[in-house]
T-cell receptor, first 113, second 115 residues
Framework: KAGVTQTPRYLIKTRGQQVTLSCSPISGHRSVSWYQQTPGQGLQFLFEYFSETQRNKGNFPGRFSGRQFSNSRSEMNVSTLELGDSALYLC????????????FGPGTRLTVT | SQKIEQNSEALNIQEGKTATLTCNYTNYSPAYLQWYRQDPGRGPVFLLLIRENEKEKRKERLKVTFDTTLKQSLFHITASQPADSATYLCALDRYSGGGADGLTFGKGTHLIIQP
Protein backbone atom coordinates (compact mmCIF):
# COMPACT_ATOMS: atom_id res chain seq x y z
CA LYS A 1 0.00 0.00 0.00
CA ALA A 2 1.45 3.37 -0.98
CA GLY A 3 2.26 5.78 1.83
CA VAL A 4 1.24 9.39 2.30
CA THR A 5 2.62 11.62 -0.41
CA GLN A 6 3.15 15.35 -0.27
CA THR A 7 3.98 17.81 -3.01
CA PRO A 8 6.05 19.77 -3.46
CA ARG A 9 8.85 18.60 -1.19
CA TYR A 10 10.62 21.95 -1.13
CA LEU A 11 9.35 25.46 -1.72
CA ILE A 12 10.83 28.94 -1.51
CA LYS A 13 8.44 31.87 -1.37
CA THR A 14 8.63 35.58 -0.68
CA ARG A 15 6.88 37.41 2.14
CA GLY A 16 3.36 38.38 1.19
CA GLN A 17 2.89 35.59 -1.33
CA GLN A 18 0.56 32.66 -0.86
CA VAL A 19 1.27 28.97 -1.13
CA THR A 20 -0.72 25.76 -1.61
CA LEU A 21 0.56 22.40 -0.43
CA SER A 22 -0.91 19.07 -1.45
CA CYS A 23 -1.32 15.77 0.37
CA SER A 24 -2.53 12.36 -0.83
CA PRO A 25 -3.42 10.06 2.09
CA ILE A 26 -3.08 6.32 2.27
CA SER A 27 -5.83 4.62 0.28
CA GLY A 28 -8.87 4.07 2.50
CA HIS A 29 -7.86 6.66 5.08
CA ARG A 30 -10.52 9.31 5.52
CA SER A 31 -8.95 11.59 8.11
CA VAL A 32 -6.20 13.97 7.04
CA SER A 33 -4.40 16.19 9.53
CA TRP A 34 -1.86 18.93 8.93
CA TYR A 35 0.99 19.87 11.25
CA GLN A 36 3.63 22.58 11.29
CA GLN A 37 7.05 21.63 12.62
CA THR A 38 9.68 24.17 13.65
CA PRO A 39 12.79 23.76 15.82
CA GLY A 40 11.40 26.12 18.44
CA GLN A 41 7.78 24.98 18.69
CA GLY A 42 8.02 21.38 17.60
CA LEU A 43 5.06 19.71 15.93
CA GLN A 44 1.89 21.77 16.13
CA PHE A 45 -1.56 20.70 14.98
CA LEU A 46 -3.03 22.91 12.27
CA PHE A 47 -6.32 21.25 11.33
CA GLU A 48 -7.99 17.98 10.46
CA TYR A 49 -10.37 17.09 7.68
CA PHE A 50 -12.75 14.19 7.46
CA SER A 51 -15.18 13.56 4.62
CA GLU A 52 -14.44 16.97 3.10
CA THR A 53 -15.27 18.79 6.36
CA GLN A 54 -12.88 20.51 8.73
CA ARG A 55 -13.48 18.69 11.97
CA ASN A 56 -10.85 20.28 14.20
CA LYS A 57 -8.61 23.31 14.09
CA GLY A 58 -5.51 24.23 16.03
CA ASN A 59 -4.49 27.63 17.27
CA PHE A 60 -3.29 29.20 14.03
CA PRO A 61 -4.38 32.44 12.33
CA GLY A 62 -6.95 32.49 9.59
CA ARG A 63 -4.19 32.82 6.98
CA PHE A 64 -3.88 29.05 7.29
CA SER A 65 -6.69 27.19 5.61
CA GLY A 66 -7.30 23.87 3.97
CA ARG A 67 -9.74 21.67 2.21
CA GLN A 68 -10.35 18.04 1.43
CA PHE A 69 -11.66 16.56 -1.77
CA SER A 70 -14.05 13.66 -2.26
CA ASN A 71 -11.11 11.29 -2.87
CA SER A 72 -9.68 12.32 0.55
CA ARG A 73 -6.80 14.25 -1.00
CA SER A 74 -6.18 17.46 0.89
CA GLU A 75 -4.65 20.84 0.24
CA MET A 76 -3.38 23.42 2.66
CA ASN A 77 -3.11 27.09 1.82
CA VAL A 78 -1.19 29.85 3.55
CA SER A 79 -1.90 33.40 2.44
CA THR A 80 0.18 36.53 3.02
CA LEU A 81 3.26 34.56 3.99
CA GLU A 82 5.40 35.76 6.87
CA LEU A 83 9.01 34.88 7.67
CA GLY A 84 7.78 32.92 10.68
CA ASP A 85 5.85 30.57 8.42
CA SER A 86 9.11 28.94 7.37
CA ALA A 87 8.74 25.37 8.59
CA LEU A 88 8.29 21.75 7.67
CA TYR A 89 4.61 21.14 6.92
CA LEU A 90 3.55 17.58 7.55
CA CYS A 91 0.42 15.84 6.45
CA UNK A 92 -0.80 12.74 8.25
CA UNK A 93 -3.62 10.38 7.49
CA UNK A 94 -5.52 7.93 9.65
CA UNK A 95 -8.50 5.68 9.20
CA UNK A 96 -11.16 7.65 11.02
CA UNK A 97 -9.95 9.91 13.80
CA UNK A 98 -7.22 12.45 14.12
CA UNK A 99 -6.21 10.83 17.36
CA UNK A 100 -5.75 7.37 15.85
CA UNK A 101 -2.24 6.36 14.90
CA UNK A 102 -1.07 8.81 12.29
CA UNK A 103 0.78 7.95 9.10
CA PHE A 104 2.90 10.92 8.13
CA GLY A 105 4.12 12.02 4.74
CA PRO A 106 7.69 13.22 4.14
CA GLY A 107 6.65 16.85 4.53
CA THR A 108 7.03 20.03 2.51
CA ARG A 109 9.92 22.26 3.53
CA LEU A 110 8.71 25.86 3.09
CA THR A 111 11.19 28.70 3.24
CA VAL A 112 9.89 32.27 3.27
CA THR A 113 12.40 34.98 2.37
CA SER B 1 -2.54 25.10 30.13
CA GLN B 2 -1.82 21.63 28.82
CA LYS B 3 1.85 20.82 28.66
CA ILE B 4 3.99 17.87 27.53
CA GLU B 5 7.63 17.60 28.54
CA GLN B 6 10.30 15.40 27.06
CA ASN B 7 13.97 15.60 27.88
CA SER B 8 15.24 18.21 25.46
CA GLU B 9 18.85 17.14 25.87
CA ALA B 10 20.24 14.34 23.74
CA LEU B 11 20.39 10.95 25.37
CA ASN B 12 23.59 8.98 24.73
CA ILE B 13 23.39 5.23 25.28
CA GLN B 14 25.92 2.49 24.68
CA GLU B 15 24.94 -0.12 22.10
CA GLY B 16 23.31 -3.14 23.68
CA LYS B 17 22.02 -1.23 26.71
CA THR B 18 18.41 -0.26 27.39
CA ALA B 19 17.43 3.28 26.46
CA THR B 20 14.66 4.85 28.54
CA LEU B 21 12.90 8.01 27.41
CA THR B 22 10.45 9.99 29.52
CA CYS B 23 7.28 11.86 28.64
CA ASN B 24 5.61 13.92 31.37
CA TYR B 25 2.40 15.86 31.02
CA THR B 26 0.42 18.33 33.11
CA ASN B 27 -3.13 19.64 33.06
CA TYR B 28 -4.14 16.68 30.94
CA SER B 29 -6.28 13.62 31.23
CA PRO B 30 -5.52 11.87 27.94
CA ALA B 31 -7.38 8.78 26.89
CA TYR B 32 -4.21 7.43 25.32
CA LEU B 33 -0.66 8.22 24.44
CA GLN B 34 1.40 7.49 21.34
CA TRP B 35 5.11 7.29 20.58
CA TYR B 36 6.66 8.17 17.25
CA ARG B 37 10.14 8.04 15.79
CA GLN B 38 11.45 10.79 13.53
CA ASP B 39 14.61 10.70 11.46
CA PRO B 40 16.16 13.93 10.11
CA GLY B 41 14.26 15.36 7.15
CA ARG B 42 11.47 12.79 7.37
CA GLY B 43 7.99 12.59 8.81
CA PRO B 44 7.38 10.84 12.15
CA VAL B 45 6.71 7.11 12.12
CA PHE B 46 4.15 5.59 14.49
CA LEU B 47 5.59 3.09 16.98
CA LEU B 48 3.17 2.33 19.79
CA LEU B 49 -0.14 3.43 21.28
CA ILE B 50 -1.11 2.80 24.90
CA ARG B 51 -4.50 3.49 26.43
CA GLU B 52 -5.18 4.96 29.85
CA ASN B 53 -6.38 1.61 31.20
CA GLU B 54 -3.22 -0.18 30.03
CA LYS B 55 -0.15 -0.13 32.24
CA GLU B 56 2.32 -1.53 29.73
CA LYS B 57 2.59 -2.39 26.07
CA ARG B 58 5.32 -4.21 24.15
CA LYS B 59 6.35 -4.54 20.54
CA GLU B 60 9.54 -6.45 19.76
CA ARG B 61 12.34 -4.53 21.53
CA LEU B 62 10.06 -1.65 22.49
CA LYS B 63 8.12 -1.25 25.72
CA VAL B 64 5.89 1.60 26.82
CA THR B 65 4.43 2.24 30.26
CA PHE B 66 1.68 4.70 31.11
CA ASP B 67 1.16 5.93 34.68
CA THR B 68 -1.87 8.21 34.82
CA THR B 69 -1.27 8.93 38.51
CA LEU B 70 2.27 10.20 37.91
CA LYS B 71 1.17 11.65 34.53
CA GLN B 72 4.13 9.99 32.91
CA SER B 73 4.99 7.57 30.15
CA LEU B 74 8.28 5.73 29.83
CA PHE B 75 9.53 4.41 26.50
CA HIS B 76 12.15 1.67 26.58
CA ILE B 77 14.29 0.27 23.79
CA THR B 78 16.09 -2.89 24.88
CA ALA B 79 19.27 -4.22 23.26
CA SER B 80 19.69 -0.82 21.60
CA GLN B 81 21.40 -0.54 18.22
CA PRO B 82 22.99 2.42 16.38
CA ALA B 83 20.06 2.22 13.93
CA ASP B 84 17.77 3.20 16.82
CA SER B 85 19.36 6.65 16.86
CA ALA B 86 16.61 9.16 16.08
CA THR B 87 14.29 11.67 17.73
CA TYR B 88 11.42 10.10 19.66
CA LEU B 89 8.19 12.01 20.12
CA CYS B 90 5.33 11.34 22.49
CA ALA B 91 1.84 12.52 21.60
CA LEU B 92 -1.36 12.75 23.57
CA ASP B 93 -4.90 13.10 22.37
CA ARG B 94 -6.41 16.39 23.35
CA TYR B 95 -10.05 16.84 24.12
CA SER B 96 -11.90 20.09 24.46
CA GLY B 97 -15.61 20.54 24.70
CA GLY B 98 -17.35 17.47 23.42
CA GLY B 99 -14.83 15.92 21.11
CA ALA B 100 -11.27 15.17 20.18
CA ASP B 101 -9.14 18.12 19.25
CA GLY B 102 -6.12 16.60 17.58
CA LEU B 103 -2.88 15.21 18.88
CA THR B 104 -0.48 17.29 20.95
CA PHE B 105 3.17 16.35 20.52
CA GLY B 106 6.10 16.78 22.83
CA LYS B 107 9.21 18.34 21.34
CA GLY B 108 11.00 15.03 21.33
CA THR B 109 14.14 13.49 22.74
CA HIS B 110 17.15 12.92 20.50
CA LEU B 111 18.53 9.45 21.17
CA ILE B 112 22.07 8.54 20.15
CA ILE B 113 23.20 4.91 20.37
CA GLN B 114 26.95 4.71 20.35
CA PRO B 115 28.70 1.60 19.00
Amino acid sequence: KAGVTQTPRYLIKTRGQQVTLSCSPISGHRSVSWYQQTPGQGLQFLFEYFSETQRNKGNFPGRFSGRQFSNSRSEMNVSTLELGDSALYLCASSLYRETDEQYFGPGTRLTVT
Amino acid sequence: SQKIEQNSEALNIQEGKTATLTCNYTNYSPAYLQWYRQDPGRGPVFLLLIRENEKEKRKERLKVTFDTTLKQSLFHITASQPADSATYLCALDRYSGGGADGLTFGKGTHLIIQP
